[in-house]
DNA sequence: GTGGTCTAGACCACC
DNA sequence: GTGGTCTAGACCACA
């Protein structure tokens, strides 16, 4: 799977990393318990600094969607897909809440989120 | 229209206030061309430092959701709630996107998702 | 409060001084809202790297123990020893039965953890 | 007795190996005396490294808990349950007072924290 | 002033 | 080989 990083984004560069990670998982391109690159040749692939890489990791790591082995790699969660954090509905609403409320003040009403949500859940998965 | 500022909270004060203004105009607090209070006023009323609130009405300037006009003061934009810059196209799908791709990773697939936005929608236009 | 940190110790540094900080709260030497000192201002006060305070800081933030504000540093949380997180509860069974059979393996029946536990809080706390 | 080993788990794999034989010690199911799997015979039952095997007997030997001998074997020590080292008690100390410490942090008073011992006391001993 | 991010390079523990 | 820890020093955003 290609990782691109931007480093002129104003996103810091782990959260570009996490957010395109998961992507991935979301689109199929890794699969439950499939094996990630290491901290140290991803960062050297990407360019960036092995600590950054590994912040990307951990905050994954956090949030239940890969697993870090100290000697043997970094993987995708199993679970992935599947299992949900009872806390992280509270963020989840929270995340929409807001999409929903700045996408009024532009002019998306629920008929066009609803469309664009409908749109890019095609564009992401055909499955 | 009440707004409440968490400074315990781990997002920026300036970052809260944008984002509950503009909840307040989905939800139909604050109504398009409705005077916003000033800098100084809403500064002290929420007793935080005026740069903050200077810099949370800066972004909603930047976004085209409120008007500032130096002589006149602040307010809501006549065609917030319509128009739509075309730059926030690509913004919107972006966040859109990565609030799938993240939903998808803890078991939120598009039915869930949709209910989701569905039943947050009834809570913010329900007023 | 004073805070000691052992180099030579087995154990890594930032654990240590999360360690120490959570013992000065249930002691009662930091009280709920109470500031800490700043990340560098500690890391020069102890003699160790700004980084190293910033991770224990950061993993206490993480359990609900203190609160982070970019701009105005770090206290104490205002809910620390009462709120209790539903997932700790999992992880403080799974600690407490690891210490209960270490102990058995050394000696340490039930009447003697419990006594111990009698004295060490005792020793804790007057209140 | 069976031992279970989680590749995914934060804990390091030896280190769940020495607990979970600890545990098996309180819990009775294994007794003073009683042998213990051979270091290749439990790594390839358990489909791990020999090393890891042998670095997790290493630190059991080290607390006193069993006993290694180059020509007969494993086997629990005949004294565990019993005798204690002295240096053993302050690290007994130093991790009751941690989990005490981080307990009230959570809000686990003392009388929670007596309670849950003794629930946790009843599941090991009931055997 | 505060904490957060990123880089560079060292050493260690685990397997 | 792997990730984790610690150091040193830079720059940025927030208030």
Redesign the interface.
């Known amino acids: 799977m290609l990782l691109r990083i931007d480093v002129n984004s104003e996103e810091t560069l782990y959260s570009q990393l996490s957010?395109q990670i998961?992507?991935g998982?979301?689109?199929g391109y890794l699969m439950p318990g499939e094996d990630l690159p290491s901290v140290r040749g991803l960062a050297s692939e990407l360019g960036i600094n092995m600590h950054t890489v590994s912040k990307a990791y951990a905050t994954l790591k956090?949030?239940?969607?890969i697993?870090?082995?100290?000697s043997?790699g970094v993987k995708v969660?199993?679970e992935?897909?599947?299992?949900?954090?009872?806390?992280?509905g509270k963020i989840?609403?929270k995340?929409?809440?807001?999409?929903?409320?700045?996408?009024?003040?532009?002019?998306?009403d629920?008929d066009q989120?609803?469309n664009?949500?409908?749109q890019?859940?095609d564009e992401?998965?055909g499955k």
Chains 1, 2, 3, 4 share one sequence.
């Not at 995340?95 to 532009?106: D, Q, R, S, Y």
Request: charged share 35%; hydrophobic share 40%; glycine share 8%.
């Open positions: 957010n998961k992507y998982i979301a689109r956090e949030e239940g969607i697993i870090i082995n100290r043997k969660s199993d992935v897909l599947i299992s949900r954090d009872d806390d992280y989840f609403d995340k929409m809440t807001e999409l929903i409320a700045e996408g009024l003040c532009n002019g998306y629920k989120f609803m664009k949500a409908n890019l859940f992401i998965g």
